[in-house]
Every structure is written in structure tokens, then in C-alpha cells.
């Protein structure tokens, strides 16, 4: 079991950055991928990027690639977004979620733990 709580949300004018991180409890948060989401109130969750693992390779969904960057680093228990070129349209709370499966999965189901969330809003 691994327990997940996101910061580094807030803000940000259009254009700007912003790092999420995703701080895990336990010794076995090297055997999940992380994945992030977001949601806005009265839409689904939406998958944004994730991370494998064993070998760190990454998935983005196609709204973000080229501006965001997920990473981890095993040895400190956490995963990261980078946010870089920040639109109106990413305007959310983002969580991150764990999983054992063995691809990197975009739907929420496949997520067996969750953080509570963290808001970012762009407005200028």
C-alpha cells in the first residue's frame, strides 16, 4: 500500500510554469507507476502523463506533450510534473495516482491509490 499527497499547486498568469510534486509514504513505491490526472468540477478525470516503474519510460496524453514532463526519483519517494507553457485550458486540480499494472494505463480504474489533489489555476 502507498499513500500519495501532491504540493506545488497554485497561480500561475498564461505562459508560465509550475513543478508538481507527489510525496509517497511506504518502501514500496518503486513497484508503481505514478500517473497524473486532472479534473474540473463536472467533467471526468482526465489522464495527463505517467511514468513506468522499471524503467522510467513515460506517456503523455497529446493535450500536454511538448509542455509537461513527468519524472520520479525512487531513492526520495516522489514524482514530479513539470508544467512549463501554462494555458488557461490546464486550469485544475491534479492528482497523482498509483498503479501495479504492468503498461502504462491512461484510465483512472487501473489506479489503485490516490492523493487528495492539488489545484493549479492559470488566469491572468
Known amino acids: 500500500q502507498v499513500r500519495l499527497v501532491e504540493s506545488g499547486g497554485g497561480l500561475v498568469q498564461p505562459g508560465g510554469s509550475l513543478r508538481l510534486s507527489c510525496a509517497a509514504s511506504g518502501r514500496t513505491f518503486g513497484a508503481y507507476n505514478i500517473g497524473w490526472f486532472r479534473q474540473t468540477p463536472g467533467k471526468e478525470r482526465e489522464f495527463v502523463a505517467a511514468?513506468?516503474?522499471?524503467?522510467?519510460?513515460?506517456r503523455y496524453a497529446d493535450s500536454v506533450k511538448g509542455r509537461f514532463t513527468i519524472s520520479r526519483d525512487n531513492s526520495e519517494r516522489r514524482a514530479y510534473l513539470q508544467m512549463n507553457s501554462l494555458n488557461e485550458d490546464d486550469t485544475a486540480n491534479y492528482y497523482c495516482a498509483a498503479s501495479t499494472a504492468i503498461l502504462l494505463e491512461t484510465a483512472p480504474s487501473r489506479y489503485s491509490y490516490w492523493g487528495q489533489g492539488t489545484q493549479v489555476t492559470v488566469a491572468s
Open positions: 511514468i513506468r516503474r522499471s524503467d522510467s519510460s513515460t
